[in-house]
Structures are given as C-alpha cells and as structure tokens.
C-alpha cells in the first residue's frame, strides 16, 4: 500500500511541476514506474477522480486565483492553464463555479477551490506516535489588530481529522478562495465565550478588516476577535508522511514552554490558531499571551 500511495504521490508531484504543460497518461506512468492503465486505476483509486478531472479542477482553481489577485485577461489565462481558446475556459470555469470567469474576476466571490490532498496525507491518522528526533522550534511573538473572522462550525470536533469528517475538507478549497487579512486561511480552538450551542472547539475560517464588504458564504458565522498578542511557534520543513510528528512536536514545545520567562502569561480568552501544514515552511501554531500585572 506504501508503494501505491507513493506511486500516486509521484503522479501528484508531477503534475503539480507541469501544470501549465501538456500532461499525459504516459507522463504520469513514468513516474509511477507502473502501465498507463495500472496508473489511471492507482490515481482515481486512491483521490477519487481521474487524472484528467484532477488536471483539470487543479488548472481551474489556480486561473481563479489568478483572476481574482492579479489584473489579466481572460484569454492569457486560459492560454496559461493549458486551455486551447477563452470560449472553452469560460465552459469549464462556469460548470466549475457557475459564474463566468469575466464576472469573477470584476467581483470576486466565494467560490470551492479544489485542494490537491496528497495521497500519503490522506491515509494520515491520529496514531500514537513515538517521536525519535528533537525538532528545533522557532519561536516569535507577533500581533494581530481586532479583526472579524468568518468561520464554519462543526458540531463536535476538537480537531482537524473529527472536524473533516463532520464538515468534510471541501470547506478548506471555500476559504482559500477568500482573501484573508492574514494571507492564507486559519484553523482554530475557541475558548467558550465564541462557541454557540451544539458547536465544535474546533473551526476553520479567514479573518478579515472589521469593514469587510465581502459575501458570508451560506452556513458560516461571522465572530469579531480582539487585538492580542500571540506567540508564534514554527517547526522545521518536513516530508509529507511526518506531517504528525511535526505538528507534535511544535505542540510539545507549545505546552512545555513558559511565556513568563518573557513577562507574558497564556491569554485563554483568545483562540489558538494553527495555520496550514506546509512541509516546506515547517508546522506553525500560535498562542495568544497577555502581560503579566504586577
């Protein structure tokens, strides 16, 4: 199973190389070092959609992107993701998003972004894991101004894998389609003064400017967080299979270190915040801290 898995992850790596190239059954096959079809069965096996779909909902996702960021034409753009004129770019985009590209570009909304799961992530489970080796962590104190942040709840999760199987992880491709204050989407543990009823500890969501004009997509909560201090906590870039021990080991760090060394103590009244896992930035979480009063 190993092998399937890193054989998809290969075929992954590959497209996500050549993404604006033409990508064949053959290419993928090379690098799976198994035949085109035992490849084809391996990929929609393993991620739940063809090459083709993949190649193409990648290619989608990151012309939005690019739509909503950058001033371009229609036509640069179909022509940078490998479509072969604007009528066939704006067909696809619209059965993807139901809107035209030219619409989202002038005002851009929410839409499902797809996110390319690797396959070694996606076997990923919460098993007990012995950590062998001592990661160095960084450690940084930033600040983040009052802000809103337009969250989706689930109703019992207390972290990432529960919150996934009750919200499914298709929420993440919403969010990053949304232009944080930040830069990116944040998961987060709320302290019981955000909670409603029936919800989860566990949510994820982007924070925004307090005047956000934008859309609340349907069946998120919108809270307004106050300014604090955080402690940032940074572990070394890891290899996709080690995503648990990273996130570990920075939260080992996290619960062993004493912010009064610095003249701080935890501020429970704030939620923590963990960012995306990025193998090549290293796991990141942050925790609030308020002055200690002498």
């Avoid at 012309?63 to 004129?85: H, P, Q, S, T």
């Avoid at 199987?165 to 830069?183: A, F, N, P, R, T």
């Amino acid at each position: 199973m190993e092998e399937q898995s890193s054989a998809v992850q290969r075929m992954q790596d590959y497209i996500e190389e050549n993404l604006k190239e033409k990508i064949c059954l053959s290419d993928l096959a090379g690098v799976s070092f198994f035949s085109p079809w035992y490849s084809y069965r391996l990929f929609r096996d393993h991620l739940g959609v063809t090459p083709t779909e993949y190649i193409r909902k990648l290619r989608l996702s990151r012309a939005a992107v690019k739509l909503r960021d950058e001033n371009c034409r229609i036509i640069d753009v179909a022509f940078d993701y490998g479509f072969g004129n604007a009528d066939t770019f704006t067909r696809a985009f619209f059965r993807e998003y139901g809107l035209n590209p030219s619409d989202y570009a002038k005002s851009p909304v929410p839409i499902s972004l797809f996110v390319p799961y690797g396959a070694k992530y996606r076997e990923l489970r919460k098993d007990r894991i012995d950590m062998k080796d001592t990661q160095t962590i960084f450690v940084q104190k930033i600040h983040k101004p009052e802000r809103l942040c337009i969250i989706k709840r689930a109703v019992h999760a207390e972290d990432y894998f529960p919150y996934c199987e009750e919200v499914s992880c298709d929420i993440w491709g919403i969010l990053m389609s949304m232009k944080s204050l930040c830069g990116e989407p944040v998961c987060m543990w709320l302290p019981e003064r955000y909670k409603m009823p029936n919800t989860s500890t566990y949510v994820q969501g982007v924070e925004e400017e307090l005047d956000y004009p934008g859309i609340i997509p349907e069946g998120f909560d919108v809270i307004r967080l106050p300014e604090a201090d955080y402690l940032m906590f940074q572990g070394e870039p890891f290899r996709e299979e080690d995503y648990c021990e990273a996130i570990q080991s920075v939260q080992r760090a996290m619960d062993e270190y004493d912010p009064s060394v610095i003249g701080c103590e935890w501020d429970d009244e704030s939620p923590r915040i963990q960012l995306e896992p990025r193998g090549e930035r290293g796991y990141i979480e942050l925790r609030a801290v308020k002055s200690i009063i002498k």
